[in-house]
T-cell receptor, first 116, second 114 residues
Framework: KAGVTQTPRYLIKTRGQQVTLSCSPI?????VSWYQQTPGQGLQFLFE???????NKGNFPGRFSGRQFSNSRSEMNVSTLELGDSALYLC???????????????FGSGTQLSVL | AQKITQTQPGMFVQEKEAVTLDCTYD???????LFWYKQPSSGEMIFLIY??????QNATEGRYSLNFQKARKSANLVISASQLGDSAMYFC???????????FGPGTSLSVIP
C-alpha cells in the first residue's frame, strides 16, 4: 500500500499570500486530519475531514480552511499568511472510526511552510 | 489543562543501552488508547506502538515496549538496545472515546550516543 502523500514538501511564501497544501491518504482511508507543528506550540490539531465533510475543528482562525474530495484526497488552505504560520503541516489518514480508540493515525512526511 | 505530559524535553542514551521515555496522561474515560510516535529529523511521524486501556498485558513491538500503569495514568515507552537511528523526537498520544481527536504530548528529544 502506498503511504500518505503530502505535496509539496517545502514552500516559501511571503506575508499576505495564500497557500494550498495537498494530502492523499492511504487507499481505503476516509478520514484525513491536519496538524500544525511548531517548536513553541508542538502538534496542534487543525481539522479533520471524513467523507468530504469537516467532522472536527481545532482552535484556529478562519484563515485556515480545508476540503476533502470524493477520492478522500484533502487540501488545506491558509489565506493572508502571517509570519507565525511558518510551521510543519502534517496530515494523517485513518479509516475514520471516530469511537475506536485503537485506530492509529498514519502520517505523511509533512509540508514545511516558511513565511517571509 | 495539559492532557498528556512528557516531562523529559531531552534525553541522552548510550548506544546498545535501554532507555525509558516518560508519559503521563489525564482522562476520565474508561476506554481510551495510547500511542507512541517517532519523528526523525525528516519530519514524518512514524507509529511505534499502541496500548488499549483494557489491555491487561503491556504492549511490545520488537525493541519497543510500553510500561503501562493504569492507576498511575502512565504509559512509558521503553526502547531496548538503542541504535543510532533511534535519535529522534518521540511523542505520546491519546485517543478517548469521549473526544474523538488524537491529542499529542509535547514530545521528548532522544539522542543516541555512539
Amino acid at each position: 500500500k502506498a503511504g500518505v502523500t503530502q505535496t509539496p514538501r517545502y514552500l516559501i511564501k511571503t506575508r499576505g499570500q495564500q497557500v494550498t497544501l495537498s494530502c492523499s491518504p492511504i487507499s481505503g482511508h476516509r478520514s484525513v486530519s491536519w496538524y500544525q507543528q511548531t517548536p513553541g506550540q508542538g502538534l496542534q490539531f487543525l481539522f479533520e475531514y471524513f467523507s468530504e465533510t469537516q467532522r472536527n475543528k481545532g482552535n484556529f482562525p478562519g484563515r485556515f480552511s480545508g476540503r476533502q474530495f470524493s477520492n478522500s484526497r484533502s487540501e488545506m488552505n491558509v489565506s493572508t499568511l502571517e509570519l507565525g504560520d511558518s510551521a510543519l503541516y502534517l496530515c494523517a489518514s485513518s479509516s475514520g472510526n471516530s469511537i475506536a480508540t485503537n485506530e492509529k493515525l498514519l502520517f505523511g512526511s509533512g509540508t514545511q511552510l516558511s513565511v517571509l | 489543562a495539559q492532557k498528556i505530559t512528557q516531562t523529559q524535553p531531552g534525553m541522552f542514551v548510550q548506544e546498545k543501552e535501554a532507555v525509558t521515555l516518560d508519559c503521563t496522561y489525564d482522562t476520565s474515560d474508561q476506554s481510551y488508547g495510547l500511542f507512541w510516535y517517532k519523528q526523525p529529523s525528516s519530519g514524518e511521524m512514524i507509529f511505534l506502538i499502541y496500548q488499549g486501556s483494557y489491555d491487561e498485558q503491556n504492549a511490545t513491538e520488537g525493541r519497543y515496549s510500553l510500561n503501562f500503569q493504569k492507576a498511575r495514568k502512565s504509559a512509558n515507552l521503553v526502547i531496548s538496545a538503542s541504535q543510532l537511528g533511534d535519535s529522534a523526537m518521540y511523542f505520546c498520544a491519546m485517543k478517548e472515546t469521549s473526544y474523538d481527536k488524537v491529542i499529542f504530548g509535547p514530545g521528548t528529544s532522544l539522542s543516541v550516543i555512539p
